[in-house]
């Protein structure tokens, strides 16, 4: 087959590609993409586009780096991929120990597996055999938070928000949960204990029924990009042990410094039982994600009537998924990356500022290095893409937002740059 052309390549992707959240009768036509470099993508016809997006968090180190490329290559030559039962190799050895030791204690135990999405499935289904084993089937129900963000499979949906997540169009498919009001005590405002008042209420009286409270810890993503104190989460933890529920940790976008702490569960000192990775893992070079959990739930789902956890991904624990997850980790934790973290977020909230003025925008929030502009009305996102990348900048924004997680290496006057293009798109649109 001939190399296509940009406009093959669009005409093609238009008429038979899925993107995600997309029609195929209205398709939106998607920008190609021939490279990626640093914190840069270089489109088809040469453009180059500082990625304020970190390819969805997950791209912490920036692009085609060399000592990921390195980890990667090395672990070609040994084997890209060998069945995962019965077999085990020393990059995923490796991995588990690495997330072990730096995970809050009691976390222990290691399953991989493929995304994001999976690894809350598999956390769901840990905790629910976990009850099972205990001879307490009845306690069954997830309890989540709205506003939250879980991933795209069924038991992820089911703990996403009812309202914004895709409840009402799986109705009588999707397991039906229990949700308590979203946080509102946000993260630099002084704490009211009055916010936990309906989180206590719900877990005191569904605890007999309920397997796992399930929250993503201090920043609530892809639910509305929100972030809540601290406190809510140890009072979250407080309330799981009291009343003999699991608490699972969805750091899934939090983890790996983005909010200024290598886990967001350290913001409150705290420690799930159990706790779900996925997006920086590999540095964003490859789909892997990673549920940790304590002995007790590995001991109490093993004590029961299955005897074993019943999940095997065919790919579990991809060894080059493996290996870049290893030296992304190096990386990262060789790097300064807490002062980076700091950096990042000080000029973002400098430079975010002047949106403030904007009479469109009704909050401008900035935690590590997620910065985020809530306008008050939802955004035309291919106009707002198409502006800002006359400012040779990439973002995606969805619904109200307009955010960026940029790489953690990104020069100081790439960051002004994406933060001007910010403001100067966002003050047309007002
Ligand atoms: C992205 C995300 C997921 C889903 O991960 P996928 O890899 O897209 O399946 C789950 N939870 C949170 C908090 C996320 O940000």
Same mark, same amino acid.
């Given at each position: 087959?001939?190399?296509?052309?940009?406009?093959?390549?669009?005409?093609?992707?238009?008429?038979?590609?899925?993107?995600?959240?997309?029609?195929?009768?209205?398709?939106?036509?998607?920008?190609?993409v021939?490279s990626a470099n640093g914190v840069r993508l270089k489109?088809?016809?040469?453009?180059e586009l500082i990625d304020g997006m970190a390819s969805w968090w997950c791209t912490i180190h920036g692009y085609n780096h060399p000592a990921l490329n390195?980890a990667?290559?090395?672990?070609?030559?040994?084997?890209?991929?060998?069945?995962?039962?019965?077999?085990?190799?020393?990059?995923?050895?490796?991995?588990?120990?690495?997330?072990?030791?730096?995970?809050?204690?009691?976390?222990?135990?290691?399953?991989?597996?493929?995304?994001?999405?999976?690894?809350?499935?598999?956390?769901?289904?840990?905790?629910?055999?976990?009850?099972?084993?205990?001879?307490?089937?009845?306690?069954?129900?997830?309890?989540?938070?709205?506003?939250?963000?879980?991933?795209?499979?069924?038991?992820?949906?089911?703990?996403?928000?009812?309202?914004?997540?895709?409840?009402?169009?799986?109705?009588?498919?999707?397991? $039906?949960? !229990?949700?308590?009001? *979203?946080?509102?005590?946000? /993260?630099?405002? &002084?704490?009211?204990? %009055?916010?936990?008042?309906? =989180?206590?209420?719900?877990?005191?009286?569904?605890?007999?029924?309920?397997?796992?409270?399930?929250? $993503?810890? !201090?920043?609530?993503g *892809?639910?509305?990009?929100? /972030?809540?104190? &601290?406190?809510?989460? %140890?009072?979250?933890?407080? =309330?799981?042990?009291?009343?003999?529920?699991?608490?699972?940790?969805?750091?899934?976008a939090t983890g790996f410094g983005r909010t200024g702490?290598l886990?967001?569960?350290?913001?409150?000192?705290?420690?799930?039982?159990?706790?779900?990775?996925g997006k920086a893992l590999t540095g964003g070079y490859m789909?892997?994600?990673?549920?940790?959990?304590?002995?007790?739930?590995?001991?109490?789902?093993?004590?029961?009537?299955?005897?074993?956890?019943?999940?095997?991904?065919?790919?579990?624990?991809?060894?080059?998924?493996?290996?870049v997850a290893?030296a992304s980790i190096d990386l990262l934790l060789e790097s300064p990356w807490q002062e980076r973290v700091a950096s990042i977020e000080q000029q973002l909230?400098?430079g975010?500022?002047?949106?403030?003025?904007?009479?469109?925008?009704?909050?401008?929030?900035v935690l590590g290095a997620i910065g985020v502009?809530?306008?008050?009305?939802?955004?035309?996102?291919?106009?707002?893409?198409?502006?800002l990348?006359?400012?040779g900048v990439w973002l995606r924004?969805?619904?109200?937002?307009?955010y960026l997680m940029p790489p953690y290496i990104m020069e100081a006057r790439d960051i002004t740059q994406l933060t001007?293009a910010m403001?100067?798109?966002?003050?047309?649109?007002?």
């Amino acid at each position: 087959m001939s190399t296509p052309t940009t406009s093959q390549i669009q005409a093609i992707d238009a008429q038979h590609i899925w993107h995600p959240y997309a029609s195929l009768t209205n398709p939106v036509s998607s920008y190609c993409v021939a490279s990626a470099n640093g914190v840069r993508l270089k489109l088809s016809d040469g453009q180059e586009l500082i990625d304020g997006m970190a390819s969805w968090w997950c791209t912490i180190h920036g692009y085609n780096h060399p000592a990921l490329n390195e980890a990667i290559t090395a672990q070609l030559e040994k084997m890209a991929h060998v069945m995962f039962g019965g077999l085990t190799h020393e990059p995923a050895a490796q991995l588990a120990q690495r997330l072990v030791a730096l995970t809050p204690e009691p976390l222990d135990k290691v399953f991989f597996s493929d995304s994001g999405s999976v690894s809350v499935e598999v956390a769901i289904k840990m905790a629910l055999q976990f009850w099972q084993s205990q001879g307490r089937p009845e306690k069954s129900k997830l309890l989540a938070l709205k506003n939250g963000y879980h991933g795209d499979t069924f038991a992820a949906m089911s703990v996403c928000d009812p309202d914004t997540g895709m409840h009402h169009l799986f109705k009588g498919t999707l397991a $039906e949960q !229990i949700f308590t009001e *979203a946080p509102s005590c946000l /993260f630099d405002t &002084p704490f009211d204990p %009055a916010s936990i008042a309906d =989180l206590e209420a719900k877990i005191s009286a569904h605890a007999p029924e309920l397997a796992a409270v399930i929250l $993503e810890p !201090i920043v609530q993503g *892809a639910g509305g990009m929100r /972030f809540y104190a &601290p406190e809510y989460l %140890a009072a979250a933890r407080a =309330l799981c042990n009291r009343h003999d529920v699991l608490l699972i940790a969805d750091e899934i976008a939090t983890g790996f410094g983005r909010t200024g702490k290598l886990f967001a569960c350290e913001w409150a000192g705290i420690s799930p039982d159990i706790m779900c990775l996925g997006k920086a893992l590999t540095g964003g070079y490859m789909t892997l994600a990673a549920t940790l959990c304590s002995e007790k739930v590995s001991d109490g789902i093993c004590q029961g009537e299955a005897g074993v956890f019943m999940h095997g991904p065919t790919f579990m624990a991809n060894p080059l998924a493996c290996s870049v997850a290893n030296a992304s980790i190096d990386l990262l934790l060789e790097s300064p990356w807490q002062e980076r973290v700091a950096s990042i977020e000080q000029q973002l909230k400098i430079g975010l500022a002047p949106c403030t003025n904007s009479p469109g925008v009704a909050d401008v929030r900035v935690l590590g290095a997620i910065g985020v502009v809530e306008m008050k009305k939802a955004v035309d996102v291919s106009g707002v893409q198409k502006s800002l990348i006359a400012e040779g900048v990439w973002l995606r924004p969805f619904g109200k937002l307009i955010y960026l997680m940029p790489p953690y290496i990104m020069e100081a006057r790439d960051i002004t740059q994406l933060t001007s293009a910010m403001v100067k798109v966002i003050g047309e649109l007002s």
